[in-house]
């Protein structure tokens, strides 16, 4: 599992009094460069220095007559590099060798993680717990007042967009889907319809998506044991998911790891838990539940 | 463009998105907007990937938020201003209704995103939340990113546009 407890590094650009500028088109290849390294990068002009944080580990530029001396906020060294003369990947290669143990994430190179997550449109949501009690990998969890909250970002499947699928409000976005209005394109009455549609055929084939599922990789299970080729009883597993998948929209990826029955079974129990805990405490908060209306022990 | 009609004044923060890896921008915007702002003259922001910055909750966004409640103008180069507003929320750094501007690389071409972003034109952060009414763009952008294998390949039949 993804660690998304540090930031990501920073390197500010310098280019204020003291330091030569770069052309127009030398400065914007070696932002590009940077950012697609995964940095995060502050041109500071004249009169807009950047304040150095904790995040901030490097300053480049084409500085005149030496480099200044530069404290993060937290009075952390932060080192400073003339990169005069040298090529954007030069400058990189620098930064990335002042960076020392500092992590970054290359977001989608390699085996880094890939931000895909859901992401709530809050002007929408209603807080009515659906998406809490429908996600497997604890991707949601609920604040202190007992409102939704994207709590673990990193559990959600890449390229999954299920869960925008049960949410009857269209409140649920992955910024970087391809089509509206998942993707965070406004939301027409004919979406709201569409949505309702969507979470009536999951209805369709069995009320719950993944009780559903439960059955089918069940039967798949089963299957398999008389199979007596692998491959043709894996075969007989998408073909049965299929269905599913296209209602909802779950890449066959996510369905082929899904945990053991039990293990949904187990999960799929504890999320409504949590759910009809918010809930309750929503309704606490608002003087209207049950946990209002009792007298206290 | 006129000196003046790209200069953004002191009270104006600029902040760039990259948006890594779902190629749900397109290369060629993002690349023009980038050179745009770069030649502009300007001091701005730019992140590889607002997505992963807001999952991370970086302090940052709360200062960016901080700063348009203080006053000043945040003007931000990403995608639909509902998921913009959406992952600063999710940062525990929600953006207040007024000082924000945010432009939507995702539908406008680059000229407009800068004009946004450069002298504040209201066209274009009006023009960044309308729905595509345009379903070719859409369908280009699709096919862009099927090309690309970046996002699944089959697009399941009866899917929300
Ligand atoms: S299903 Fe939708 S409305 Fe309900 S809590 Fe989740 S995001 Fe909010
Ligand atoms: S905020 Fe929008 S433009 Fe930026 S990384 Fe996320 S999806 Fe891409």
């Not at chain 1, 409102?147 to 967009?161: F, Q, T, W, Y």
């Amino acid at each position: 599992m993804t660690t998304l407890a540090t930031r990501q590094p920073r390197v500010v650009l310098y280019e204020g009094s003291g330091a030569e500028p770069l052309a127009g088109p030398e400065r914007a290849e070696l932002v590009a460069s940077l950012l697609d390294r995964g940095y995060s990068v502050t041109l500071a002009h004249e009169g807009a220095a950047a304040a150095a944080d904790e995040a901030t580990f490097v300053v480049v530029g084409r500085f005149v007559g030496g480099a200044p001396l530069v404290t993060a906020a937290d009075a952390t060294k932060v080192e400073v590099h003339d990169c005069t003369g040298r090529t954007p990947a030069e400058v990189v290669g620098l930064v990335d060798g002042a960076r020392a143990d500092r992590p970054l994430n290359t977001p989608g190179a390699g085996d880094s993680w890939k931000p895909w997550f859901p992401v709530i449109d809050p002007v929408r949501c209603t807080n009515c717990m659906q998406c809490l009690s429908f996600c497997l990998f604890d991707v949601y969890g609920v604040d202190a007042d007992h409102r939704l909250r994207v709590e673990n970002p990193s559990n959600c499947k890449v390229n999954c967009p299920a869960c925008s699928r049960v949410c009857p409000d269209v409140a649920i976005m992955f910024p970087k889907y391809h089509a509206g209005p998942i993707d965070g394109a406004p939301v027409s009455q004919t979406d709201v319809g569409r949505e309702k549609m969507k979470i009536d055929i999951s209805a369709l084939l069995g009320g719950d998506l993944y009780a559903r599922l439960r059955e089918r990789s069940a039967e798949a299970k089963n299957r398999f044991s008389r199979e007596r080729s692998a491959d043709q009883a894996l075969a007989e597993r998408r073909r049965c998911l299929t269905k599913l998948a296209d209602a909802a929209a779950i890449p066959r990826e996510v369905l082929d790891a899904l945990p053991s029955p039990e293990e949904i079974q187990r999960k799929s129990a504890e999320a409504a838990k949590r759910a009809a805990a918010a809930l309750a405490g929503q309704a606490a908060a608002e003087g209207t539940g049950p946990a209002a209306s009792s007298p206290s022990a | 463009m006129s000196d003046d009609a790209t200069r953004t004044g002191p009270a104006v923060r600029m902040l760039y998105c990259r948006c890594a890896f779902a190629q749900v921008v397109p290369a060629d915007v993002k690349g023009a907007v980038l050179e745009g702002l770069a030649g502009s003259g300007q001091g701005f922001e730019a992140v590889a990937d607002l997505c992963d910055m807001a999952a991370r909750r970086d302090p940052h966004l709360a200062d960016l938020a901080a700063l348009a409640k203080g006053g000043a103008t945040l003007r931000i180069a990403a995608c639909w201003p509902r998921a913009v507003r959406g992952l600063f929320h999710l940062a525990d750094s929600p953006l207040g209704d007024a000082g924000v501007e945010i432009l939507n690389m995702r539908t406008l071409p680059a000229e407009r995103v800068l004009a946004g972003m450069l002298s504040g034109d209201p066209g274009a952060v009006a023009e960044s939340a309308a729905g595509r009414d345009d379903a070719a763009a859409e369908q280009a952008a699709a096919g862009r990113i099927a090309a690309l294998g970046q996002l699944p390949q089959s697009t399941p039949e009866g899917e929300t546009r």
